[in-house]
């Protein structure tokens, strides 16, 4: 090899360096993707037996509960919005959210904070309101732990600040919609009997209580809804005592129409 050859090979050499040098130094992750147009979230959808109702915003959402979080068995396979599921990317499962909705989660143990979309529905274990993905975990600290306690906000802007080796986020919160009409559902049926029966008891129990028939061209089913309610906060601590009253699944629904 002549001398121009040296040199030339020499520079390309320190250029590779100087490049590799530069993308370990200064390498942040990438921001979470913006929603996948045209995704099917909102239709009511049923899993082992147990009807699911989409919340037709996430306005005013907050929620404390259970973490638990998904990894390698569902790696590569389609998520509920038809992406494949990333196990490294900064997402979650939730049962009602809207796909597409962005939500800080806080571990109320530790105080670490993530902003994570929502693209995947779960997880359908009682007591627990969000799926982390396997990345999502380790950044909070309840990777090998498995499950954690932890408060979920939606937000519709997020902006990750570092100071020294901890991360914070400034966030503006989704619009509180607060005031509407709301009720609180805790069942759907196919058979009408049983939706009857699980009225009566209600009634029983002296709550106002009403049966909504969805017409389907399969049949079609019956959802059993308790009360009405003008402020989501008063409906909100209503479903926590039905849950803890032996309706884990109740959740609140926003009347439309009203």
Known sequence: MNSRKRSEAWIWLIVFLFFCGCSKSSYRPPPPVPPVPGMKSQKPYQINGIWYYPLPSAEGYSEQGLASWYGSDFHGKPTSCGEPYNMNAMTAAHKTLPLGTYVKVTNLQNGREVVLRINDRGPFVSGR??????????ELGSYGKGLAKVKVEAVQYAQETKIGRD??????????????????????????????????????????????????????????????????????????????????????????GK
């Open 129 to 138: 309101i969000i799926d982390l993905s396997c990345r999502a975990a380790q």
């Open 167 to 256: 991360t914070y986020w400034k966030v503006d919160p989704v619009p509180s919609f607060r005031y509407g009409n709301f009720t609180i559902q805790v069942g759907a049926f196919r058979d009408q009997g049983n939706a009857n029966r699980l009225k009566d008891r209600m009634v029983k129990g002296k709550r106002e209580a009403r049966i909504i028939p969805v017409a389907e061209k399969n049949g079609g089913f019956y959802r059993v809804q308790v009360g009405s309610y003008g402020d989501l906060v008063m409906a909100k601590a209503e479903m926590d005592r039905m849950r803890s009253g032996g309706f884990p699944d109740a959740f609140v629904v926003a009347v439309e």
